[in-house]
């Protein structure tokens, strides 16, 4: 059982030939909602895959509430911990898609409702967890306690720091990973990267994008490669790494394999629109690894 805490969003997505300048106002391809938040997301991806999930989090009580309860129920993800605020609309993700990049501006809104005494509702869940990922899209404070219930119970906690503005550098000593990408790596620890690599082997895991990842084994540093590939939208790779990472870490991967099978599954993820309308399942990764491999 992998369970995450985290945030639920409706992407609101648009194509277009440049993203404005200040001021300007410009035609745009097309438009779409698409089910998101880097906490769903994260359960998605490590569902598809063939994980048993459960999804802790916080929704509005409206339309796109409804349908993002209703997509997590369809990607067989246990809901019965998400809540509904009563004064907050469902949280949204305005992204803009140019040139196979993206800008993104989140609007929190029923995710900075997910509160500690919610956690404790869940504590049962969260401890029968094999490992719980979490984001920082939801109230610090909220973090903070769902770090400290899962050391009370000796569950491996896999923090994708983002927004990293959220970090508290303190955590580490209670998390088992940490999965920033470059640049959040230099927000929150300031220092070349390799440096901070051999400060925490095994356990910081910087994604570089298409280039793959890096981690410090205790003795020497490693590279995973990652997969070229022909990009169409590059939204939820990341989110896409972390679920699957944690599938294959709970099903008893070696990290160095766990990694190189996070990697291939994101650069899957890029090959379609929307952060979860490319996420793999489970045969479509070990087909490009056996494609890789023969």
Not at 82 to 100: D, M, W
Request: glycine share 10%; charged share 15%.
């Amino acid at each position: 059982m992998i369970t995450v805490i985290g945030s639920l969003n409706m992407d609101l997505v648009v194509q277009m030939n440049a993203f404005p300048k200040q001021g300007e106002t410009i035609l745009g391809n097309s438009f779409q909602t698409v089910p998101g938040g880097k906490g769903a997301n994260q359960a998605v991806a490590a569902a598809r895959l063939g994980s048993e999930v459960a999804m802790v989090g916080c929704l509005g009580n409206d339309h796109f509430g409804e349908t993002l309860h209703a997509a997590l129920q369809q990607e067989q993800i246990q809901t019965n911990a998400i809540v509904k605020s009563t004064t907050a609309p469902t949280g949204i993700a305005n992204i803009l898609i140019y040139n196979n990049d993206n800008r993104i501006v989140v609007v929190p809104g029923a995710n900075y409702d997910l509160s500690i005494s919610h956690l404790e509702a869940s504590k049962e869940l969260i401890q029968k967890s094999h490992l719980v990922i979490i984001q920082l899209e939801i109230p610090k404070e909220t973090t903070a306690h769902a770090i400290h219930l899962c050391k009370e119970a000796g569950v491996p906690i896999l923090l994708n720091p983002a927004p990293a503005a959220n970090f508290d550098v303190q955590w580490m000593d209670d998390i088992t990973y940490l999965t920033p990408n470059e640049t959040e790596c230099a927000e929150i620890f300031k220092e070349p990267v390799e440096q901070v690599l051999e400060k925490y082997p095994n356990k910081l895991i910087v994604t570089l994008g298409s280039d793959g990842a890096r981690y410090f084994d205790g003795s020497y540093p490693i590279h995973v490669p990652g997969y070229m590939t022909t990009v169409v939208d590059t939204t939820g790779a990341g989110d896409t790494f972390n679920g699957a990472l944690a599938y294959a870490l709970v099903e008893g991967q070696s990290l160095d394999e766990a990694v190189y099978f996070a990697n291939i599954a994101a650069s899957l993820s890029v090959e379609k629109l929307g952060a979860q309308g490319g996420m793999p399942l489970l045969g479509a990764v070990y087909a490009r690894i056996a494609g890789l491999e023969g």
